[in-house]
């Protein structure tokens, strides 16, 4: 199964994107869907997780802004982003783990928020 993103662009500082994640396989082998993101010169960090039961999880830093969702039958991981920051400037990249802990990942997509 191959993961692509989209959705990434330029926007000002208080906006929103959406971003998608799109899978040519089923998501049923995945038991976690997951967003990360990498500023420049940072580490990759977790920013939203969804699991196979719908429990999501978010970092600190976009609890209340940001909401993952999966829908199964089109294949797809969205990540809603609202009331962006310049600090949410990052390399996004969508992340799909197995039971056996297997990960596949996307290439990335960039989202710049502009203040």
């Known amino acids: 199964v191959q993961l692509q993103a989209s959705g990434g662009g330029v926007v000002q500082a208080g906006g929103s994107l959406r971003l998608s994640c799109a899978a040519s396989?089923?998501?049923?082998?995945?038991?976690?869907m997951a967003w990360y993101r990498q500023a420049p010169g940072k580490q990759r960090e977790l920013v939203a997780r969804i699991t196979s039961g719908d429990t999501t999880n978010y970092a600190d830093s976009v609890k209340g802004r940001f909401t993952i969702s999966r829908d199964d039958a089109k294949r797809t991981v969205y990540l809603q982003m609202i009331a962006l920051k310049p600090e949410d400037t990052a390399d996004y990249y969508c992340?799909?783990?197995?039971?056996?802990?297997?990960?596949?990942w996307g290439k990335g997509t960039l989202v710049t928020v502009s203040s």
């Open positions: 396989g089923s998501l049923f082998s995945f038991t976690v």
């Open positions: 992340n799909a783990r197995t039971m056996y802990g297997i990960d596949t």
